[in-house]
């Protein structure tokens, strides 16, 4: 048994059923743990954090809807993956309930087993991919914040504290170690999580130059060091069992060697081990401005007897200064591309989910989710081909926007989906003032009004689109003669995830409504069931 795979947690007080999923998981390579009621459920889903649970809906004490619905409610439980296998929905709206309580799928007996495993294996993978995800952006968060914080501190002292301190906080660490080398390898500084002033700067050469420390295996090493447990004593590092360290080097010049330690064996993993290295990448830039910064400032005191001598150096320091602080504002920058980025990523990820499902299912793989995946693939180039153009010129997220331009640029890309659709086009654009916003989130509105006006005429119809202004304000609106909106359900058109559509979202006009109103605007909606809807913006013109 591939006991890598995983737990499986069942909760069912059916023997034979339990019998039978034990037996097909465990087949699979699973481990498997099984309970017969609601209760049960609940407590060991928070012991054992299972990779995936396997639930009845009809079970002693607690049923299945309110186990699902307090598993949800709990930070450990809210986001292991849940698949109902219940012989009780009756009726569609059994399967919405328990979907919308948070059930990650909904399998309804006699199933096929081999159609069970390929789900629970899809969602096993999907929610690997999301933990995968969410700590890759935690570290960039983490090394966006920790560039800026060591691109902050000129003076080395203060930098080497805290590097040790920013490591101790980003990663597991009983022990963290850092010394500075020159070019002879002989330490010239050097730091401690616990500084034991008993430790001479004579004692950590010591140790760097023998081969049984971890500062030693660093030095001779040509890459990093990653130890599962430590048996060997390192003064330094005692008590920790597990141990990571790497050579911080700038531009190839090796400035020193960091290493870390903690108590327990096989604490570390390959994503600890590459945060640290991505951490000390950004300590070594800041070191070396930090040696530079020093210099500055001895050159500034003796600057009258070494002017002559020392200009190009000085020319020299000041340029790695100036691409010092381009790094610094692209990391600021950076800290809000990472929160864009995940946008599209959400999107790739789901559709490769679905893509997965499909082929695990034998089916063939929609095209249209591939189409979906590579547009959003394009859009995280352009944000990347952004960034790339920080440093040859400067960008803003908001500027004087020609409405009416904008405005044709999308019809242009609806034009043949509406034509498609049996709707009429009706255009009316006037010359109105420029208003200042987000060019691309601007689109993003007119799009989504466009496509839920064209989804609310199935059979076709006309969409008119006018652009004008009023007083001070820029007026867009959208009218199309669909199937309009009930009025019991107008209070809550632009609350997230409420949605007149059978496979709406429900974000569309949230995210829409959000946008106009961070741009200090409204959205104003008419509508009567049966004749049509109008959604209209209103913008401050720009002066």
């Not at 968060?141 to 003076?155: I, M, S, T, Y």
């Not at 040696?291 to 001598?309: D, G, H, S, T």
């Not at 599209?344 to 499909?358: F, G, T």
Request: hydrophobic share 40%; proline share 3%; charged share 25%.
């Amino acid at each position: 048994m591939d006991a890598a795979k995983g737990l499986i947690l069942i909760a069912d007080d059916e023997e034979n059923m339990v019998q039978l999923l034990k037996r097909l998981f465990e087949h699979d390579g699973f481990r498997v743990e099984a309970v017969s009621d609601g209760m049960s459920a609940l407590q060991r889903a928070v012991d054992l954090q299972p990779e995936l649970i396997l639930m009845d809906v009809m079970m002693p004490g607690l049923n299945g809807f309110e186990v699902i619905k307090q598993l949800r409610q709990s930070k450990p439980t809210a986001r292991i993956p849940t698949i109902f296998i219940s012989a009780a929905a009756k009726e569609p709206t059994d399967i919405v309930r328990g979907l919308g309580l948070g059930a990650d799928d909904y399998v309804l007996k006699p199933f096929n087993p081999q159609e069970l495993l390929a789900r629970a294996r899809s969602k096993i993978r999907a929610r690997q991919l999301e933990e995968d995800l969410e700590r890759r952006n935690k570290e960039l968060e983490a090394l966006v914040r920790v560039g800026h914080e060591f691109n902050q501190r000129l003076k080395l002292d203060d930098l080497l504290d805290l590097i040790v301190s920013v490591c101790a906080a980003e990663l597991p660490a009983c022990q963290v170690a850092l010394c500075l080398l020159d070019q002879q390898s002989q330490v010239t500084d050097w730091r401690a999580l616990d500084h034991n002033s008993a430790y001479r700067k004579a004692d950590i050469q010591a140790l760097v130059e023998h081969t049984g420390s971890i500062l030693g295996w660093l030095l001779q090493a040509d890459s990093s060091v990653h130890i599962a447990d430590m048996l060997q004593k390192d003064p330094l590092f005692e008590g920790c069992r597990s141990l990571i360290g790497t050579r911080i080097v700038h531009h190839g010049e090796l400035l020193g060697l960091i290493a870390l330690g903690h108590e327990t064996p096989a604490r570390y993993d390959e994503g600890h081990l590459r945060l640290l290295e991505s951490i000390t990448g950004q300590a070594a830039l800041a070191i070396r401005n930090a040696e530079l910064y020093a210099e500055l400032r001895y050159y500034a005191v003796n600057l009258e007897n070494m002017v002559a001598e020392r200009t190009a150096e000085l020319r020299a320091a000041q340029s790695q200064l100036i691409r010092s602080e381009k790094l610094a504002s692209l990391g600021r920058l950076a800290a809000g591309i990472a929160h864009e980025v995940n946008n599209p990523l959400q999107a790739i990820r789901n559709c490769l989910e679905l893509a997965i499902e499909d082929i695990d299912a034998h089916r063939t793989v929609d095209r249209e989710l591939l189409t979906v995946a590579e547009q959003d693939v394009e859009r995280i180039r352009r944000i990347v081909s952004q960034l790339l153009d920080f440093s040859r010129r400067g960008s803003s997220d908001l500027k004087p926007l020609e409405v009416g331009e904008a405005v044709r640029s999308v019809l242009r890309l609806v034009d043949r989906q509406l034509e498609r659709s049996n709707i009429r086009l009706v255009t009316e654009i006037n010359h109105t003032a420029p208003v200042q916003i987000n060019e691309d989130q601007f689109k993003q509105v007119v799009l989504n009004l466009l496509l839920n006006a064209q989804e609310a005429m199935p059979a076709g119809g006309t969409l008119s689109v006018r652009v004008e202004q009023i007083e001070g304000e820029v007026l867009i609106s959208v009218t199309d003669t669909g199937v309009g909106i009930p009025e019991h359900d107008m209070p809550r058109i632009f609350d997230p995830f409420f949605s007149t559509k059978v496979d709406g979202t429900g974000l569309g006009l949230a995210v829409s409504y959000g946008i106009v109103e961070g741009h200090g605007g409204r959205i104003e909606v008419r509508s009567q069931e049966n004749h049509g809807s109008t959604f209209t913006v209103r913008l401050p013109a720009y002066r």
